[in-house]
């Protein structure tokens, strides 16, 4: 029995061994096995860094997106401001040019002016204006025209109704010295009586106070620079020649100037002004020649009927200006419009003045002509002048084109 159980342990043996050698694998099926392992493995590691290259590229885009968002953030802030800033400033301006067929001297192209308007809202009671002109196309030594700071100053609203301008601002008189726009007034040249009595356009620098009084009545009071009129040369006692233009101007003797207007009728306007300085000269003169200028203006316009109506006038003090015949200088015109269409409209105007020089000659002018509207900031206008009077211009055919925006 023992032996029967010690054979078939024998064989039991024998057949596990037999199988084992059956399934065992050969050393070359070995070395497929082993590389097909190591290619699983580099293919492993292969996704493993991939994986660590996405993660450092996710770093990458993610500190590149931060710095695009503060950058835009920045972007932004710089872009509301700009957005701010425009809001609150305002461009503009002005321009026109002229022909001019003169009977005693040659014709005339001339691009006659160019201004350019900017000013700024700081709050509602704070805001600067400026205006800046370019006259007769061409500046610099030999060429006819100036570059010219016409008005720059802060205005600020100290009180309901009022306020108080400083810096360099227009005199407030007359009507055109404020409002000259070529689309707002009839005649292609601004009228004589503006232009050399008081003179148009006319700036200094200083301080105005203005606002209302009343409904309907309104002030000005100002303190600023004042006129220097030559008292010798072929411009002497001239009025116009005596603007100092706030360029490096004297300043030894001050102007005041004062106005009342009253706009509480629907079209009138009425206007009464003075302006009083203690020498015209800042010096120039054997004596002081204390100036006062008086001036009044009426306009009225009903329907398409329009007058305008002005009177100035200077009384000078001083040996220089009475010898010179030169102490008492004056003028005023009349002008009425009419309106034949929406568009286009005809003027008729009458002025005497006395040009302010050592020749003491009273000229007559007379201005008829039309205005064409293309838009309401955009004229044309043609118009025929006669002047009468000792070395007058003669007669003149004017053309003209202007615009405002």
Known sequence: MLKKSALALAVSFASVAAQAAEKAPSLEEMWKIIQAQQAEIKSLKSQLNSAENNIQETKVMVAATADAVEQGAATSGKLSKLASWAEKTAVGGYGEHHFNHKEDSDDQIDAHRYVLY?????????????????????AGDGKPGEVELEQAYVEWDFAQNHSVQFGQFLVPVGILNETHEPDTFYGTERNKVESEVLPATWWETGIQFKGELAPGLTYNAAVHSGLEVP?????????????????????EDLAFTGRLKYTGIKGLELAAGVQMQQDITQGAAIDDAEATLLTAHAIYNSGNFGFRALWAEWDIDGDDFEIAGADDLSGWYVEPSYKLTEKLGVFVRYSEYDRGNKLNTDFETYDFGVNYWLNPNVVLKADYTDTVGDGDEGDAFNLG?????
Do not use: C, M, N, P
């Not at 010798?232 to 009025?239: D, F, L, M, Q, T």
């Not at 084109?401 to 925006?405: L, P």
């Open 231 to 251: 008292v010798s040369g072929s411009s002497a006692y001239r009025i116009r020649s005596g603007r100092q233009k706030s360029a490096e101007a004297i300043a």
């Open 401 to 405: 084109v202007g615009w405002s925006y």
């Open 118 to 138: 900017i000013s700024h809202q700081y709050s509602d009671t704070l805001r600067f204006f400026s205006e800046w002109e370019l006259e007769h196309s061409l």
